[in-house]
């Protein structure tokens, strides 16, 4: 069982930067993929970035590809989203989720544990 916390969000203007964090319990984390994914407002939730147990292995969304930063720290059951050059169009709701496989990380349904979200407002 892994739960988990999103921390991180908040109002920020257009082109500055915020980093989420997602603290985990749970014994097991360091061995599980985790991934962040967003929902804005009326729309689906969408992918944005995984990364695998060892932190070795990194994807990103295209729209977020030389802003956005994921990493996972297994000593601190941590995983981040660093956020820069943020722009209106990445308000939503951010939500970290863990899984023990590396495999399909864009699907929604494949992630095991969800956190329950943070927000986060760019203001043009």
């Known amino acids: 069982q892994v739960q988990l916390v999103e921390s991180g969000g908040g109002l920020v203007q257009a082109g500055g930067s915020l980093r989420l964090t997602c603290a985990a319990s749970?014994?097991?984390?360091?061995?599980?993929?985790m991934g962040w994914f967003r929902q804005a407002p009326g729309k689906e939730r969408d992918f944005v970035a995984a990364?695998?147990?060892?932190?070795?292995?990194?994807y990103y969304v295209d729209s977020v590809k030389g802003r956005f930063t994921i990493s996972k720290d297994n000593a601190k059951n941590t995983v981040y989203l660093e956020m820069n050059s943020l722009n209106p169009e990445d308000t939503a709701v951010y939500y970290c989720?863990?899984?023990?496989?590396?495999?399909?990380?864009?699907?929604?349904?494949?992630?095991?544990?969800w956190g329950q979200g943070t927000q986060v407002t760019v203001s043009s």
């Open positions: 749970g014994r097991t984390f360091s061995s599980y993929a």
């Open positions: 989720a863990a899984r023990q496989f590396y495999t399909r990380v864009i699907v929604e349904r494949e992630y095991e544990y």
């Open positions: 990364i695998n147990w060892s932190g070795r292995i990194i």
